[in-house]
């Protein structure tokens, strides 16, 4: 007895050709009982047609003039006014409207009495009396402008100032005359006295001057704190005076 061994199996031919159109026809039925079922129709608006003006005329004496005569009588507006005026509306009886300032006149307050009179010095009436004589002159000699401060804030308020020696504000070189904005700084100040940080806060418009303005914070000392371990912050605020120079022309 002899086996025979396949080495394929082929299995059996399906009908795939009958499968394609069963699924198409099933398709279209799925299609078409889901547009009846959902299919919805709103109702349709019968809009108005355009209509033009038109004047209609009627007879007097006319049986159409005898239905409106109601409807006439009843839209007159004379009926629904307070005055007794009648169909007649062209006999309106005359009102007068008066603002109320002119019915009353206010009563003004009498003016008070009149100050002692004030005569002039026995004498004065022989010399002619100018305007220039009266007001008084004012005086030739200038002042000089303040000089330029500084006002500490903070934990410095209250804390000794010595400034540099020889330190002149007048020596800086202005780039401009638009600058004289007041500078402030954040400064830190150690126990012993001595400036260790500044911070600008706001700048007074000229780079010379806020440069100046460190330089002077930097060569001065405040009066040490010994019971302090930690530095002290605090502000400085520069309020420019008559010793900054004028613009440096180029």
Aim: charged share 15%; net charge negative; hydrophobic share 40%.
């Amino acid at each position: 007895m002899k086996l025979r061994i396949h080495l394929f199996e082929w299995p059996s031919r399906h009908n795939v050709h009958l499968a394609l159109p069963f699924m198409l026809v099933l398709s279209f039925a799925l299609h078409a009982a889901s547009m009846f079922l959902f299919h919805a129709s709103f109702p349709r608006s019968n809009g108005s047609a355009e209509r033009i003006a038109s004047v209609t005329y009627i007879l007097p004496h006319s049986p159409e003039a005898a239905k409106l005569a109601p409807v006439l009588a009843g839209s007159d507006p004379a009926l629904f006014s307070s005055a007794d005026v009648g169909p007649n509306v062209w006999n309106l009886p005359k009102t007068a409207y008066v603002a109320s300032f002119d019915e009353e006149t206010p009563e003004l307050k009498p003016l008070p009495p009149p100050g002692p009179s004030e005569f002039l010095p026995p004498g004065a009436g022989t010399a002619p009396v100018t305007v220039a004589s009266m007001v008084p002159r004012a005086s030739s000699v200038r002042q000089p402008a303040p000089a330029t401060t500084v006002q500490f804030g903070g934990g410095l308020e209250k804390r000794g100032w010595t400034p540099p020696e020889g330190f002149k504000f007048s020596d800086v070189t202005v780039l401009t005359q638009q600058g004289r904005a007041p500078a402030e700084f954040l400064v830190a100040v150690s126990p012993d006295g001595l400036p260790l940080h500044f911070f600008p806060q706001h700048s007074s418009g000229d780079e010379n001057l806020d440069r100046a303005a460190i330089r002077y914070l930097a060569a001065g000392r405040f009066a040490p704190a010994p019971s302090e371990t930690e530095p002290a912050w605090g502000t400085a605020l520069f309020l420019w005076g008559g010793d900054i120079p004028a613009e440096t022309q180029p």
